[in-house]
C-alpha cells in the first residue's frame, strides 16, 4: 500500500502503574497515591489488569492513551479511522495546503491492466486539480476532484479502550475486507501487543459480528446534486421539557411565572455549562453533501452521523459544483469531465474485476451522499457557532443554515438565538474574522 503506516508515537509506560492502581482501588485499603506506590508496573500489574479485562471492566485501561501518526494514508482510512467518536484528530486541511504533489495510494494485487487504469485515471484527476488552481479556483473547491486515494496524513490521540475498539474494528468489523485499512489495523495491534500482550486476541475472540454492508457494482451518470437538510424528529414538547430542565438545575429565576424567559435562554446560551441544552435532541437528514463536506460533520465529537460506504457516493453519480468553478467556462468544463472519465474508469474497473472495496479509491471528494445525524441543542449550539460562521467552508456553512432555518421553525424562542460565534462575544478569528459581527444576543 505505497508505505501507509499507523505509528504510535506517544506511549506513557508509567500509565500501566496508573491502569493497575485503578484495578486495585475499588477493592484495596488506601489512598490513591499509596495504592499507587505498590504498583510496580511489571508482569503481577500486567496479569492484573488482564484479569480485570476478562471481567468486562474495560473502565482501568482508559487510564493509558496514546498518539498515533497515520502516515501517507488514503483518505479513505482517514475518513474510517475519525469516525471514531471517543477520540481526537488533527488532520492536515485540504482548504488551505496545496495537495498537488501528495500523490496517492495503489492497491496491492493489481493486474497490470487495472494498475494501468487505476493509475492514469489518478494521475489524471491530480493534473485536473492543478489546472483549475491555474484558472484561479481556490484551493478549496478544487480539492473536489481529487480521488480518495489521495495520501494524507494527521494525527489521532486515543485512550487504550478506543485503540482495542478501533483497531478490533479494523482487523474484524466495518474495515474487513479493506485490504489497506486491514493492514494498518494489524500495524497497530502489532504495537499495541508489545505493550500489553494479549488482550487485542481476547478481545478479537469475543468481538461480535459485524453486519457487512453489500456495495454497489454499477456507477450512475454523473450529475451536479442540490444539498439540503431535513429535519426528522425533535423532542416532543421541546419548551415544556426545557422548563422542567431549568427549573430541575435551580439555576434560574422565573419571570412572569416562567422559567423560558427570554433573559434566562440568553443566560444559558452563554454559560459555560448548558446541560439543560442536552435533553433535547434532534436527528436530521442531511442529502447531497460532498464526501470533503461529510469530514466537517463526522469530526463533532458528540454527534451521531450514520454514514454510507465511499462507494456509495461515487456509485450514486451527483457531485457538487462550486460557485468558483461554474464562473468560469473552462474550469466548469474540467471540472464536470473529471467526473465524467472517473465514473467510466470506476466502471471499467468494476468490470475488469476490480474488488468493490477498491474501487472506492475512484472516489472524488466531490461526490455527494446521505447521511442522518443526532446532536442534542448543547452541541448544536456549538455547531451552529462554528458552521454558521462566515469563515466556514461554503458547503457546510450552506447546509448548517438550512438545518437552523429548522430548529428555528420547532423551537424559536431557543434556536432563534443561535448563530455564529459573534453572536455570543468577541470573534474568535482574530486577524482573519470577516469584520461585520452579528448582533450580540
Known amino acids: 500500500m505505497n508505505n501507509s503506516k499507523a505509528v504510535i508515537i506517544v506511549k506513557n509506560p508509567e500509565a500501566l502503574r496508573v491502569a493497575a492502581s485503578s484495578a486495585r482501588i475499588s477493592t484495596q485499603q488506601g489512598t490513591a497515591l499509596e495504592i499507587f506506590e505498590r504498583s510496580q508496573g511489571g508482569t503481577k500489574d500486567l496479569n492484573l489488569i488482564g484479569k480485570v479485562l476478562s471481567s468486562g471492566h474495560k473502565s482501568v485501561i482508559e487510564h493509558q492513551t496514546f498518539s498515533v501518526a497515520f502516515n501517507n494514508v488514503s483518505v479513505l482510512v482517514e475518513q474510517f479511522v475519525i469516525e471514531a467518536r471517543l477520540n481526537s484528530y488533527t488532520v492536515k486541511s485540504r482548504r488551505y495546503v ?21 493509475t492514469d485515471a489518478m494521475a489524471a484527476r491530480f493534473a485536473d486539480y492543478e489546472k483549475l488552481m491555474t484558472l484561479g479556483v481556490p484551493k478549496e473547491d478544487a480539492r473536489f476532484v481529487l480521488p480518495y486515494c489521495l495520501r494524507s496524513n494527521f494525527f489521532a490521540t486515543l485512550n487504550a479502550r478506543s485503540l482495542i475498539s478501533l483497531i478490533c474494528a479494523m482487523v474484524a468489523g466495518r474495515g474487513k475486507g479493506f485490504a489497506e485499512v486491514e493492514s494498518l489495523g494489524a500495524q497497530l495491534k502489532a504495537q499495541f501487543d508489545e505493550i500489553y ?7 478479537l475472540k469475543r468481538y461480535p459480528a459485524c453486519a457487512p454492508v453489500d456495495l454497489p457494482t454499477e456507477i450512475e451518470a454523473p450529475c451536479v446534486g442540490v444539498g439540503g437538510a431535513s429535519l426528522l424528529s425533535s423532542t416532543a414538547n421541546g419548551m415544556a421539557v426545557l422548563e422542567a430542565a431549568m427549573g430541575f438545575s435551580g439555576r434560574f429565576e422565573a419571570g412572569m411565572g416562567m422559567l423560558l424567559t427570554q433573559s434566562n435562554v440568553r443566560s444559558l446560551l452563554l454559560d459555560a455549562r448548558p446541560r439543560e441544552l442536552e435533553l433535547l435532541n434532534y436527528v436530521f437528514g442531511v442529502q447531497h453533501i460532498s464526501l470533503a463536506c461529510l469530514t466537517h460533520f463526522v469530526r463533532h465529537r458528540v454527534d451521531s452521523p450514520i454514514v454510507p460506504p465511499v462507494l456509495a457516493a461515487l456509485a450514486g453519480g451527483s457531485y457538487v459544483l462550486p460557485e468558483t468553478v461554474r464562473a468560469i467556462p473552462e474550469a466548469a468544463a474540467i471540472y464536470h469531465a473529471a467526473f465524467e472519465t472517473q465514473a467510466e474508469a470506476a466502471q471499467k474497473a468494476l468490470d475488469l474485476g476490480v474488488s468493490p472495496a477498491l474501487v472506492s479509491y475512484f472516489a472524488l471528494s466531490g461526490h455527494q451522499i446521505d447521511i442522518l445525524l443526532g446532536m442534542n441543542a448543547r452541541e448544536l449550539l456549538h455547531f451552529m457557532r462554528l458552521r454558521t460562521c462566515s469563515r466556514a467552508q461554503w458547503e457546510i456553512r450552506g447546509v448548517a443554515g438550512e438545518m437552523l432555518l429548522l430548529l428555528q421553525e420547532d423551537m424559536p424562542a431557543l434556536f432563534g438565538m443561535y448563530g455564529p460565534s459573534c453572536r455570543f462575544g468577541p470573534c474568535p478569528e482574530g486577524r482573519m474574522s470577516c469584520g461585520k459581527p452579528q448582533a450580540r444576543i
Open 98 to 118: 496545496d495537495f498537488a504533489g501528495a500523490g496517492f495510494v495503489v492497491p496491492e494485487g493489481l493486474t497490470e491492466e487495472q494498475a494501468k487504469l487505476y
Open 197 to 203: 500482550p494479549g488482550v487485542i486476541d481476547k478481545e
